[in-house]
């Protein structure tokens, strides 16, 4: 085989990149020691800090595609509309 195995031996997975912080971010009672809570709290300080997606740019370009859809489908009738209306009797 050639994709999973080179020279008979297997590939290693590549090491992930870890955030370096400091002692001091997680050690809140500055006791000098980091407890399992301390640790639990940091991580949802962590996960709380995250922003909100911002979906305004692909909002505003489905509305713009739909704004265009409706205009491209109601053409004919207001076309046809017109025709009526400036029709001579």
Not at 11 to 34: H, R, S
Not at 56 to 69: F, H, K, R, S, V
Request: aromatic residues 6%.
């Amino acid at each position: 085989m050639t994709g999973l195995y080179k020279n008979k031996k297997a590939l290693k997975n590549p090491q992930l990149a870890a955030e370096t912080i400091q002692f001091n971010q997680v050690d809140l009672n500055k006791d000098g020691t980091i407890s399992k809570d301390e640790v639990l709290s940091y991580n949802d300080t962590k996960k709380t800090k995250n922003t909100p997606l911002n979906l305004t740019g692909p909002l505003a370009i489905m509305a713009g595609i739909c704004a265009l859809i409706f205009a491209i489908c109601s053409a004919g009738k207001i076309k046809v509309l017109i025709f009526r209306l400036f029709k001579k009797k």
